[in-house]
């Protein structure tokens, strides 16, 4: 969860619509987008969680393939490959969040999404 | 002399008690006039009568139950931790609507039940309606002068959708907040306005804090209170315009054939509403139906798996499912064709079938009352295209359920998924084909049947030795109902020069017309039905068998 979060807090169903977060590994060696590999930490990528179909949570991981499949509509997307979509209505790759580990040892985001997260729109562009 | 009208005269003054009461109100309401012209009433008779029955049935139980419902549902998203008697959920942060739910489900007495009739009766609602459309459909009873019913009855099916729609959102819980996002998805795909309208809806940023109550009187009072009035336009319709019959011996255009609404049909239809409030209540008993408290509350980053709306949203969710996703970006904007291309298709398609009265009549250029119901058969382009459009929406109902089908008959969802792809276009188009070669093979029966007889199944042995089956002539009855259809000729749009030779001005919707005509009434789209001079050259020969 973001720093300074928590459920309590009135807007966090609309924070939590757009921050939810997949955090996977895998070998650094199968991930075969360059620029994923750069946004990773030893092969742990964290991709957005909502589906850029129509915003429900992805959930289906299928830890063989990579692949992750959205329960809603099922868009499959591949998490090995900048979270391209190999299969169903999403029309676009699953936004990645930059992440490295800090000098404790966590993982932390070097920052926010560089696009936006979800379902496309007009002004989306 | 005198005796006599002395007791007539006391039993004039001492009038039982009802007749006073009937009396008393005559003189306020005109009962014996309303009674006097629709007691009498008569209504036809046919199991397919009752589909629409089904519906209003159905419609009283939802709003006697949604009633009850309102009096315990609490529409807010103001979030709560749940500290009810369902312990699996307590310490759970949960907006009051789920809560409240929760409270319906466990707390309120007869809540469950009622909720769970309320659920069912809306699924039975839809079910019912669905079937009465076609049943209308496919018997032609659509046809003047009922376009404007036909018209009704399709909006309430529409609004009965939104309706169901509003409904299963309002508790708040993790599959109907999953099919809100979905909506919010669907408002961003529209272009220039999708976000405003997005925004406009849910008050801000999904899920925001404001949709349940909005949702709320939309779903108790605007969506109900529409169709309510419709409801009633429809009934008033059905009996201004008196109940259309099937094709039989005696009925005319002119008559109608059946029971009177007092004492008989009032019987059957009081009895029948009973019986659908039972079955609707057994089934409720009996079958649990949206159980949230095992689904849980909202929370947008979290989802299920076997996510699947209502049946009846089936269709635009195959729709959704099964598009590719296009996505276009130019000039600094982004048109979301892979959600906004099946947001449109969705009503497009339901209103081909709604608009259909229309387009017939244009084509047939038919202007004249029908009362006599059509049999599928006697019109097979028409009949073919009814099924065609079932086909589409059946191939999309699989496509809607996708994930249930893949993992139940344990098939590829790709694989699924590119099925219904091209069966929604490749489906009706044999659909159409098939059902009208069996339409004119039925009529061809019918024109056999007519000519020759029912086959008996018996064999006789003639004196030579030849085998023959005794086929027997049909009653009077059955030679009516065979043949009193009209076979009309197409549309002809005439000779193309006038007497003068001069080139007649033709307009492009004329040839359409004539064209789609006789695609309904030309020379392979009938079955010639049998003439009369034809039945008696041969029941008037001999050895006929």
């Known amino acids: 969860m973001p720093e300074g979060m928590s459920e309590e807090q009135h807007d966090f169903q609309t924070e939590i619509a757009k921050a939810a977060l997949m955090l996977v590994r895998l070998q650094p060696e199968n991930i075969k987008d360059k620029r994923e590999l750069d946004w990773s930490h030893e092969g742990i990528v964290a991709f957005s969680k909502i589906c850029t179909h129509v915003g429900c949570p992805i959930n289906l991981y299928e830890q063989q393939t990579h692949h992750v499949l959205c329960p809603c509509h099922q868009s499959t997307f591949d998490l090995s490959d900048g979270g391209r979509v190999i299969f169903g209505p999403a029309g676009h790759a699953l936004p990645q969040l930059r992440i490295r580990a800090n000098d404790q040892g966590y993982l932390e985001a070097m920052g926010d999404f560089s696009e936006p997260v979800g379902p496309a729109y007009w002004e989306r562009g | ?545």
């Open chain 2, 1 to 545: 002399m005198s005796t006599t009208s002395d007791g007539a005269a006391q039993r004039r003054g001492k009038a039982p008690a009802g007749e006073r009461v009937a009396d008393w109100a005559d003189g306020r309401l005109g009962i014996y006039s309303l009674a006097k012209a629709n007691m009498r009433k008569i209504f036809p008779d046919h199991w397919s009568f009752m589909l629409g029955e089904v519906c209003l049935y159905s419609f009283i139980i939802i709003i006697l139950t949604g009633v009850y419902l309102t009096l315990f549902f609490h529409p807010s998203m103001a979030e709560v931790t749940y500290e009810g008697p369902y312990v699996p959920m307590q310490g759970v942060r949960m907006s009051e609507a789920f809560q409240s739910t929760l409270d319906i489900s466990f707390e309120v007495r007869g809540g469950l039940l009622i909720r769970q009739i309320h659920h069912w009766a809306a699924l039975v609602f839809l079910a019912g309606m669905f079937t009465h459309m076609m049943r209308v459909f496919f018997t032609g009873a659509f046809r003047k002068p009922r376009e404007i019913n036909w018209l009704f009855g399709f909006l309430l099916f529409f609004l009965g959708m939104l309706t169901g729609f509003t409904g299963y959102s309002l508790p708040d819980d993790l599959l109907s907040g999953t099919g809100l996002r979905f909506i919010e998805g669907v408002f961003l795909s529209i272009p220039v306005v999708g976000t405003y309208i997005s925004m406009f809806v849910f008050g801000g940023e999904f899920p925001g804090t404001d949709l349940i109550a909005r949702l709320y009187p939309v779903h108790v009072l605007l969506l109900p209170g529409i169709m309510l009035g419709l409801l009633v336009a429809h009934l008033i319709l059905v009996f201004y315009h008196k109940h259309t019959q099937y094709p039989g011996a005696g009925k005319t255009e002119k008559n109608v054939v059946g029971m009177p609404l007092l004492p008989v049909y009032m019987a059957k239809a009081g009895g029948f509403f009973f019986l659908v409030f039972g079955v609707i209540a057994a089934l409720s008993a009996i079958a649990t139906i949206n159980p949230i408290w095992t689904i849980g509350p909202y929370r947008p980053d979290q989802v299920s798996t076997g996510a699947q709306p209502d049946w009846y949203m089936g269709f635009a969710e195959g729709l959704v499912r099964v598009m590719p996703g296009w996505e276009i970006t130019a000039w600094g904007h982004t048109l979301v064709l892979g959600v906004f291309i099946p947001i449109v298709l969705f009503p497009l398609v339901l209103f081909a079938i709604g608009l259909y009265p229309f387009i017939e009549s244009w084509i047939t250029g038919d202007k004249r009352e029908h009362h006599i119901l059509d049999r599928p058969r006697n019109a097979p382009t028409r009949t073919a295209f009814g099924v065609a459009w079932m086909t589409a929406y059946f191939v999309m109902l699989v496509g809607g359920g996708n994930d249930l089908w893949a993992t139940h008959f344990h098939l590829s969802i790709n694989s699924i998924t590119w099925f219904v792809r091209i069966a929604f276009f490749v489906g009706p188009v044999l659909a159409f084909i098939a059902t009208k070669r069996i339409c004119l093979g039925l009529q061809r029966r019918d024109k056999d049947k007519v000519l020759h007889g029912r086959e008996t199944g018996i064999i006789k042995r003639l004196p030579h030795g030849e085998f023959i089956e005794v086929h027997e002539p049909l009653a009077q009855e059955q030679l009516h109902t065979l043949t009193q259809h009209e076979q009309p000729e197409p549309y002809e749009i005439g000779p193309e020069v006038d007497e003068n030779g001069v080139k007649r001005k033709i307009k492009r919707s004329q040839k359409l017309r004539s064209k789609l005509s006789k695609g309904y009434y030309g020379e392979n789209n009938v079955i010639p039905k049998p003439t009369r001079e034809e039945y008696h050259e041969i029941t008037s020969g001999h050895g006929h068998h």
